[in-house]
Structure formats: C-alpha cells, structure tokens
C-alpha cells in the first residue's frame, strides 16, 4: 500500500535508503567514492521540507521510498527511489514511481528527470522500462552519471479539455 511519509517515518526512511544504498552501490563505487552513509537524518528532515515523499507499506514495514521535488513550473525530479533488497523486483518500485508520476501530472508538471549511475545497470533498466531516455552524461571520478528524463501524459480531464480547446480552434 502506498501512503504519504510522515516525519515519525523519518528514521526507518533514513534506514531503507543507507541499506539499500550500501547494498546496492559498494560493488559499482570505487571505495574513495562510495558514501556511507549515503543520507543523514538531518538532510532527510530537509528534503521531508521540500519533497513529496511517498512510502510502500508491506504489513506494517516500509520496503520502499520515493520523492518527488518540483523543479520549476513544468519540470519535476525524482529523488531516492530505495527498495529494501528483500523487497525488490516486486514491483513495488513501479508501484512509487508510477503514483509519483500521476502525482506530478496532476500538479502540472510535463517532464520528470532523475539522475542515476550509469554503472547501475539494475536503476538505468527500471528507469527505461517506465519509460525514461537517457538525456545527458555527466564524467565523474567513477565513470559517469546519468540524466533520464520522461515527458508525462495529460491527466484525464487536461487532456479531455486541450481536445474540446482544439477542437474549437478548428
Ligand atoms: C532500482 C529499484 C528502485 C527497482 O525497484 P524494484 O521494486 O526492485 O523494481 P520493480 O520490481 O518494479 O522492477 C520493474 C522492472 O525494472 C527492471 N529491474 C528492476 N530491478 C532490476 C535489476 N536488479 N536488474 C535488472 N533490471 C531490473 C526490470 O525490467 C523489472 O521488471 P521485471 O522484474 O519484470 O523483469 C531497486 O532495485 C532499488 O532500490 N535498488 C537500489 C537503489 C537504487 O539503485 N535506486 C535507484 C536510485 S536512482
């Protein structure tokens, strides 16, 4: 069940991110690199400020995170995408993903975009899957990260209205 992150959350959020982050990255980070832990609590409680964060419940526990921030007026980003490894390729990733999309076009927003490692075959084939196009590359000490950008459908009823708009322009 997905549901809103309140800040009593704060801390099992902070967890899934540090040990998912660890399990997933040491292998593809040189060790001069590799962050850890990869989030405080104190810049997680900032992000809460500034982010919509959403939770995947399962029984009680979160297996899963994702924010989404506003860019500007068209643009919006998604920020810590974390699966619990016990609790991955259950769709539960899709699952966030997917609800922060409807989200951010309900908001308004055209395009999302994230950035990820190029190195992390596993996050740049999710991405693809829901869509998402490399855009840009960027050359850091560990290879080089990556921009992926997708543009979001209508909702229903924008779409409904741009079609009657069109339609009496015509
Ligand atoms: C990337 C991540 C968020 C995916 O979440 P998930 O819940 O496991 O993904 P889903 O079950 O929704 O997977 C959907 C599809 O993505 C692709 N995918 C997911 N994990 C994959 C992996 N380890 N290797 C290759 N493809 C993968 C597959 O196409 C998968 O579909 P399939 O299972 O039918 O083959 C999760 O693996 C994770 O938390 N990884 C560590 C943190 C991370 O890298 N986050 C991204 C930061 S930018």
């Known amino acids: 069940m ?9 801390e099992e959020i902070l967890s899934i991110i540090n040990t998912s982050n660890r399990e997933s ?5 040189p060790k001069e690199h590799f ?14 400020e500034s982010m919509t964060f959403r939770v995947h419940r399962n029984q009680g526990t ?3 995170v994702a924010a989404l921030e506003t860019e ?35 908001m308004g927003l055209r395009r999302l975009r994230l950035l990820t490692v190029e190195k992390a075959c596993w996050a740049v084939n999710f991405y693809k ?10 050359e850091r000490p560990w290879g080089f990260d990556v921009f992926m950008t997708k543009e979001l459908e209508l ?6 209205r741009d079609h009657s708009l069109e339609a009496s322009s015509e």
């Not at 990255?25 to 980070?29: A, E, L």
């Not at 962050?35 to 810049?43: A, G, I, Q, Y």
Request: hydrophobic share 40%.
């Open 155 to 160: 909702p229903q009823r924008d779409a409904a």
């Open 72 to 106: 500007s007026e068209e643009t919006g980003r998604i920020h810590w995408v974390y699966i619990l490894p016990e609790y991955q390729r259950q769709g539960i990733g899709t699952a966030l993903v997917t609800h922060l999309e409807r989200k951010a076009a309900e």
């Open 2 to 10: 997905i549901a809103r992150a309140c800040s009593d959350d704060a």
């Open 129 to 138: 899957r829901l869509g998402y196009s490399l855009t840009e590359k960027i």
């Open 25 to 29: 990255y040491k292998k593809i980070m």
């Open 35 to 48: 962050r850890e832990p990869v989030l405080s609590l104190e810049k997680l409680l900032e992000d809460f």
């Open 62 to 64: 979160i297996a899963g």
